[in-house]
């Protein structure tokens, strides 16, 4: 259990930490406009069904895809637009990735929360960026670094004035196109005293393997680790849901269908729920 006092961390009227477990949850990439609006829509209606607290999520640009025929997003303009209607229209909180520091200022103008993509946790330049908005960023977790090294990337944030911190697990590569969930991290990540996320669908990503292909993840272990860090007493969870994963234009093969989400979510908040009182 933490030694010291967890923040709680505001967004909106969500409070991120507190005793109510909360969900980040849309497609991987920003895709059409009907599939956004559809999954915004399905997306908040599920959610409250479950009394889920949510913020939508969903990325403007893919720096990181493994070949240029990929798609890669619409671009920041056309992206930060629909993210803007996706708020106004449902009331939403909004998340997104930055890649570049030039990106961050306006993205801080649609965006509740500035994501750090986990392979440039550790980029000063970016961090910082984001840190000088004010707004809440959340710090995902590298997957080539110790859980209990998050704590430096955390205190650039707060050296430049951040007090806003979200930090998301997504599991370790150790270079041979697998991710492996290592429970100790959410004790680790628990230390530095934020809230903590387990972003579930990338870390059953398989890497090498196109997204598209039915092998580019380990679904099989999509609901064991899911209940593993809910047990271990995550306060938030990240899920990538799109209508139809098969045609999604990213991480087809690890995001959650909308039509089996709330069946995926509901035993992970009877267990939220079972072991609520002995979170520290």
Known sequence: MPSTPKKIV???DIHCGADQLFLIAGPCVIESEAVMMETAEQLKRIAG???LPLLFKSSFMKDNRSALEHYHGPGLEAGLRLLAR???EFDLPVVTDVHYPEQVAPVAEVA?????PAYLCMQTTLVVAAAQ???????KHGQFLAPSNMAKPVKKIEASGGTRILLTERGYTFGYNDLVVDPRSFYELNQIGYP???DITHSIRRYGIPSKDPRGSNREYLTTIARAGVAAGVDGLFVEAHPDPSQALCDAASQVPLRDLEAFLTPLLDIHRLVQPYRG
Request: zero cysteines; charged letters at 15%; proline letters at 0%.
């Open 196 to 198: 903590v996320i387990f």
């Open 49 to 51: 069904r479950l009394g």
């Open 133 to 139: 908005t004010g707004k809440t960023v959340n710090l």
């Open 10 to 12: 505001t967004v909106g």
């Open 112 to 116: 509740d929360v500035i994501q750090i």
């Open 86 to 88: 996706v708020r106004a």
